[in-house]
């Protein structure tokens, strides 16, 4: 009697055990090929970078030989100095520097105004000035394009540094609304004191809101910078020349005429490529965080 | 006299000036909240709403902006179909997005399933998933162009150690649209899984516990609980997907041209072609005007549909 029991506490022991092995197996090989899975997701967005980055350091014949896995041997500068010495990637790179920088700082300021006085301020017309502005959020950018073409041909605009960066300068829809949902989350009181103390509404908007809504304001940056950057069609359609060309239209324009040069247009990419590696380098909680930011709001 | 009514007419002139202080201070505040509004303001009004207005109106005549404009009525929006192939390009453009979004959305999401719980490197993923969509389309479009060409490309040298001659991806018909398609994809799925582990993050563990208590197995869970719960989520995903997607330009016109053939001649293109190539800004205007309708549709559809479960979910 007692040894059949303690056969059976044995047997369920050891049941217990191969069920205990099995489990931690199965953790084993889920593990396993959860790493897997996430080693292959990496390698799916670096690789373009990585092998971007060797055929640019190598001479074209070497692109043709050799695997595009395989990092340059004798790494030389001399495609990026082509681009620069022979080509205008210098001028392609100040010109989108310059013009993103102004689009961003003007986007990001004239936004941030509008935004404070559609939550903070009182005036008559305000709710339906903020339905006109959501509503102009559905609208496709590709719809205005012909009209704003033909407005600008018009103002003598078109090649222009201004053409580039005007429709984006004064303001967007979306930076306003992004913001306008972030000030209505600071209390009223706040800006009421400040006010009663005599501070005038410029003061508290650049010491009070401000400081309190740092990200939002680097969200809506670093959004703006980034399409700035990145915005093809409308330079491309408003400039002609090559001395105002972006890096996007100097690249498009460069890939026509040289697309099967890889050393040089590969090089080229990553000058458009680069800069907005090491953006997200130094931002990318930011910007992580940021585009969450983005979705909460809508 | 003055001295002797000055106690009583005090009072209501005080009160008076009061008052009008503070209409004075009302009008100081809203020149001040127009003053505030004005920059953004004219920007709305000169680039987004005189456009739509103008857009219509272009829509409507034939010019090519040197000869005075004539007006044809409706007959631009007939020949865009008739002559410019633009009903190939919506169903092209239809084929990207159809080829497109599906993917990207499942791909988004199961990333965001697979690093929703911490494990060490999960958050170097979620952080590398991210970085292409900071990084230029054109010069992506270029990087796949060298990725997908033929003989020095990494894709057809991969296949040929497999033994097998990969095509010309893109001056094929039948692998141009599915390697843009492929480009786009790898741009976006990062970001649009950032909002899917924001979701995810707002579903409360304890419905899952319930629902293992009632014996749901994992795919049950993730069909009954997960996927109704993330339909907010789903919803901003699609619709701003869709919307960019319908748009697509820049890859297109590195990666292919619209080509081969018109194969991947999408409407942004067809658009462009005519609108800065044959300058003909009458047709451009009326292929936009279509191509606005159909969006919008699309999105209307959208939130319908999305309501219509929600709110049965609820009930």
């Keep these: ?169 004064l303001g967007v829809p979306y930076s306003v609304f992004l913001m306008r949902q972030y000030f209505m989350t600071i209390p009223k009181e706040v800006m009421e004191a400040a006010r009663l103390d005599g501070c005038s509404e410029g003061r508290i908007l650049w010491k009070i809101i401000v400081p309190i809504s740092r990200p939002i304001i680097i969200t809506a940056t670093l959004l703006a910078f980034v ?57 990318q909680k930011h910007i992580v965080n940021s585009i969450s930011l983005t979705g909460i709001n809508r | 006299m003055s001295v002797a009514t000055a106690p009583t007419a005090a009072l209501p002139k005080r009160r008076k000036t009061a008052a009008a202080e503070d209409t ?46 004539k007006w044809v009525g409706l007959s631009n929006y007939v020949n865009i179909f008739e002559f410019d192939g633009f009903g190939h390009s919506l169903i092209v453009t239809l084929y990207y997005v159809i080829l497109n979004i599906p993917i990207q959305t499942a791909f988004a999401l199961g990333m965001a399933m697979l690093l929703r719980q911490k494990h060490a490197g999960s958050g170097l993923i979620r952080v590398i ?41 893109l001056s094929n018909e039948a692998t141009a649209m599915p390697v843009i398609a492929f480009a786009n994809i790898w741009q976006y799925a990062g970001y649009n899984m950032l909002f899917f582990l924001a979701g995810l993050g707002a579903i409360p563990l304890s419905l899952y516990e319930a629902a293992a208590l009632d014996g749901a197995g994992k795919w049950e869970q993730f069909r009954r609980v997960t996927l109704p719960l993330l339909r907010p989520t789903m919803l901003f995903v699609l619709v701003t997907g869709v919307i960019g997607s319908f748009q697509v330009f820049d890859t297109v016109y590195v990666m292919t041209a619209g080509g081969p053939g018109n194969a991947t001649q999408v409407a942004s293109l067809n658009i462009y072609n005519t609108a800065f190539a044959g300058f003909r800004i009458g047709e451009a205007a009326a292929m936009s005007v279509v191509l606005f309708l159909i969006i919008l549709a699309i999105t209307i559809a959208q939130f319908r549909y999305f309501n219509k479960r929600i709110t049965y979910e609820i009930a």
Excluded: C
């Design chain 1, 1 to 169: 009697m007692s040894s059949v029991t303690t056969t059976a506490s044995a047997a369920v022991a050891t049941g217990l055990a191969t069920e205990e092995r099995a489990s931690r197996l199965g953790r084993g090989v889920r593990l396993t090929g959860f790493y897997l899975l996430l080693l292959i997701i990496a390698l799916i967005f670096i690789l373009p970078y990585l092998m971007s980055v060797f055929a640019a350091f190598k001479p074209l014949p070497a692109i043709l030989a050799q695997s595009p896995l395989r990092p340059p041997t004798s790494p030389t500068w001399s495609n990026f100095s082509t681009l620069f010495t022979q080509y205008d990637f210098g001028r392609y790179l100040a010109n989108t520097l310059l013009v993103t920088v102004i689009l961003t700082a003007g986007q990001v300021i004239f936004s941030m105004m509008g935004a404070y006085a559609f939550a903070r301020m009182s005036f008559p017309g305000r709710d339906s000035l903020f339905w006109l502005y959501l509503m102009t959020l559905m609208v496709p950018n590709i719809v205005t394009l012909v009209p704003l073409y033909v407005l600008f041909a018009h103002s003598h605009l078109l090649n222009t540094y201004w053409a580039i960066f005007l429709p984006y300068v």
């Design chain 1, 227 to 283: 399409f700035g950057w990145n915005n093809f069609m409308w330079p491309l359609i408003v400039t002609n020349s090559n001395s105002l060309n972006v890096l996007t239209v100097g690249i498009a324009n460069f890939n026509s005429n040289f697309g099967v040069e890889w050393n040089l247009i590969l090089a080229g990419a990553l000058v458009a490529l680069v800069p907005m590696v090491i953006l997200f380098a130094i931002f």
């Design chain 2, 24 to 69: 004075a201070e009302r009008r100081r505040t809203i020149r001040t909240a127009f003053a505030f509004l004005a920059p953004s303001l004219i920007g709305v009004l000169l680039f987004l709403l005189i456009p739509i207005v103008m857009v219509i109106g272009l829509s409507l005549v034939q010019w090519n902006m040197l000869t005075p404009m």
């Design chain 2, 129 to 169: 998933a991210v970085l292409p969509f900071l990084s230029t389309p054109v010069a992506m479009g270029v990087v796949w162009n060298w990725i997908f060409s033929p003989t020095t490309g990494l894709v057809n040298q991969f296949l040929g150690h497999l033994g097998i001659t990969g095509p010309a991806w």
